[in-house]
Every structure is written in C-alpha cells, then in structure tokens.
C-alpha cells in the first residue's frame, strides 16, 4: 500500500512532515497469528489483513458448550464420538492458526438441529476473522471479502455443481496461496490459511467420497424437545472465556501432524 503525497490532503491541514510520518508499505498479506503471534505489519513492510482478537481467557466451566459439542460430535446413530476430534480442531485452530485442518461439513436434512450454532462459536473463538457467507459467493470470481478470513463458514450450501465444489474446496484445503480478486483491480497472490465450514439441509449439497481425509462429515441429530433453550446462545457467550482458557491449556489427542 503505496501512500501517495496527494496535494488534497494539505486542504485537510496535513504538512510535509505529517505527510512523511505516514507509513509506506510494499503491500498487504495474510498472516494470522493470536496472542503474542500476532503481527500487525509483517516483515516491517507488508500491511497485515489478519485481525487482532481479544481473548480473555480464564479458568471455569463450560457445561453449555460441551453439551452443544457433545451434540454434534459425539456418537449418533450414524457417526462414533468425535468429541476430542473437534477440540483437537479448535485448539489448533487458536494455537496454530497456520496449520492446515480438515474442512468441517455438518449436514441434516431436519430442521432444529443446531449445525449453524458451531459457527456461532467458531466466530466467537476467532472474532472478526470469521465470516459466514452463501453458497453463491464461493462460485462467484470475486472473492476479496472472504478470502483473508481464517475461518469461512457456508451456511445453508446448496451448490449448483456440487462435485466441481468439493474440489474447490479440498483445493483450498492444500493450497499455501491463493489469488485475491477485487473488482475493478489486478488480482494479488496471498497467503491462504482459511479453513471451511459447511452447514446444510440438503444431503447431497455436496459431493464426498467416502475416503476422502480432507472434508470431515458430521450428521447432525435434531435436538431433543427437552434440551432446547432460548438462551443457549446467550450461556455460549457467558461461557467462551472458559472455553478459550481450556482450549489455550488442554493437551493435543493426536499431534498436529495427525
């Protein structure tokens, strides 16, 4: 981000010397890092798009969030106990937010199941670096808007090419940079480090094959009438400090090269 000296900004009362105290950067990238990781200007001369999260962490008890977790994680009539897994995922996801993680797909094709709340929560953990979009958006050829985010969510994907996606997306799952496409500019190569979460009604919203490593699918199971609550959200709020505090503390199930 070259700043140029414009002469317009002396009607705002700049000078010279206001002027050559402002930054000059060689570009932007993408770097995400949290705590003490975190770089606001890479290098000393690239800007970075990754935002600054403000966690603060502390020791207590999560009852809420497990049981969400435990509902979509843990065994079902379909799928075993992954309860671990997905801590696993989200302590890498906070402590590492460079390494490479499995594309989550939660999919039903009930209503009342509580797939979009573990977004909810993701974007909690990662703040401003989250972003929920549509199906739509990821078959556009824009793309500026999601592209630097750590975690981007799909709500409801119903893709027209449902195969052609699922590439797309084991893609970006192995791919150290991407191109940034902004309207009415020149692409830009990035750094990529995003990692996806699909939520969907339809079950053949998209296409996985059974060996596949890199999409991890989950069925989700609707939520009993007696476990509902109308502040289950708002608990999940109360609670993310102790959730961070134990994510930041917990040991690894498996090591982050498994």
Wanted: glycine content about 6%.
């Amino acid at each position: 981000l070259k700043i140029q000296k414009y002469s317009t900004l002396k009607r705002f009362g700049f000078i010279d010397r206001d002027l050559e105290m402002i930054a000059n950067f060689q570009g932007f990238t993408v770097q995400p890092g949290h705590g003490d990781q975190y770089q606001g200007i890479v290098n000393d001369v690239f800007w970075n798009r990754y935002r600054k999260v403000n966690w603060k962490p502390k020791q207590g008890e999560f009852p809420y969030i497990k049981k969400m977790l435990m509902h979509i994680f843990g065994k079902n009539r379909v799928d075993p106990n992954q309860y671990e897994e997905i801590l696993d995922w989200l302590t890498v996801l906070i402590k590492f937010p460079t390494v490479k993680l499995h594309q989550i797909l939660l999919y039903s094709t009930e209503q009342g199941t509580s797939k979009t709340a573990f977004g909810k929560l993701v974007k909690l953990l990662v703040q401003e670096n989250y972003i929920e979009v549509k199906s739509s958006d990821m078959e556009e050829k824009y793309n500026s808007h999601w592209i630097d985010k750590l975690v981007i969510h799909i709500d409801e994907g119903n893709f027209a090419k449902p195969k052609d996606m699922a590439n797309n997306l084991k893609n970006y799952g192995t791919s150290d940079t991407v191109n940034m496409r902004t309207m009415g500019t020149d692409y830009a190569t990035v750094p990529f480090f995003g990692k996806f979460i699909i939520t969907t009604n339809e079950s053949e919203g998209l296409f996985v094959q059974e060996d596949d490593r890199r999409i991890w699918a989950r069925n989700v199971q609707v939520i009993p009438e007696a476990d509902k609550d109308a502040l289950f959200e708002q608990h999940v709020k109360e609670e993310i400090d102790f959730f961070t505090h134990h994510l930041l503390h917990r040991k690894l199930k498996y090591p982050t090269s498994q």
